[in-house]
């Protein structure tokens, strides 16, 4: 049916989305790609995400749902499904997001001719409730020293080789890690000796607004912190570089309005 085309397996977590679920579903029932699987858990939301998922679950046999019955967070619930997988690749993909339709297509066929790397992402477009705001641009190959200024990839972006995963287990689901889990993905993934590529096109819809910058709490900057400390030593960064391990700290004083209207600035607008 698919010409033998590799399986893509879509991971996501989801909780309290109502809102934005089917939008996020739908955005992959688009893709131009068509051999894929989605599997979804949900972290026993207590709104009707559940009943939404399960219904377009129904009417669509490539959507598998998974239900936790207490909250076990994003990295425990991305586990869950990574249990599940039966892809050759698999795409990360968040509940209130939403993939552009040609995602899968240039990402696999950019795995397929690259095989030295083990994943690619994409730049975004960064969108509100108002609309969409401005292109979010990302270096195209990003080494393990790019792990001192942030992500090397917007995570949501990210189709990832199998096998990557099976190599690094996952996500971990800890207390230490967690609102922190794709840093530490990332300090393991380059412990491994993969590297990674970045498509520049804008592939990806991010939603962001002020609430997402209220979640940068001092107690969220600290735990971050601490992630950036343990992979700069795992990856043996010079001691002078565990200064950058203090930025999440710091920008968690920064008021969140004028930190939301500073990472408007010198962007790419639409």
């Not at 990402?107 to 969409?132: K, M």
């Not at 207390?175 to 380059?190: I, K, P, V």
Request: proline residues 3%; hydrophobic residues 35%.
């Amino acid at each position: 049916m698919y010409n033998n085309e590799p399986l893509i397996s879509v991971i996501m977590g989801a909780y309290n989305c109502e809102n934005t679920i089917e939008k996020a579903i739908q955005s992959i029932q688009n893709q131009t790609y068509k051999n894929w699987e989605f599997i979804i858990c949900d972290d026993c939301s207590s709104d009707n995400t559940y009943s939404i998922i399960s219904k377009i679950a129904k009417e669509d046999n490539r959507i598998h749902v998974l239900h936790n019955n207490q909250n076990l967070q994003l990295a425990a619930s991305l586990n869950k499904c990574l249990e599940q997988v039966k892809g050759e690749f698999v795409a990360r993909m968040d509940a209130d997001d939403e993939s552009l339709p040609e995602r899968f297509e240039k990402q696999i066929q950019f795995l397929c001719e690259n095989n030295e790397y083990g994943c690619v992402g994409s730049s975004v477009i960064v969108y509100d409730n108002t609309g969409d705001k401005y292109i979010r641009t990302i270096s195209e190959n990003p080494d393990k020293s790019f792990l001192k200024k942030g992500v090397p990839c917007w995570h949501p972006t990210i189709l990832v080789r199998r096998e990557v995963y099976v190599q690094l287990q996952g996500y971990t689901a800890s207390s230490e890690t967690r609102r922190a889990e794709d840093m530490d993905f990332w300090f393991r993934f380059y412990k491994s000796g993969y590297v990674a590529h970045n498509l520049l096109e804008p592939l990806y819809r991010y939603h962001e607004s002020i609430d997402d910058y209220k979640k940068r709490s001092i107690s969220a900057g600290i735990q971050t912190a601490k992630v950036y400390l343990r992979g700069f030593k795992l990856l043996g960064f010079k001691k002078i570089d565990y200064l950058y391990a203090l930025k999440p700290i710091l920008t968690s004083f920064i008021p969140k309005s004028i930190l939301h209207k500073f990472h408007n600035m010198h962007k790419s607008y639409l």
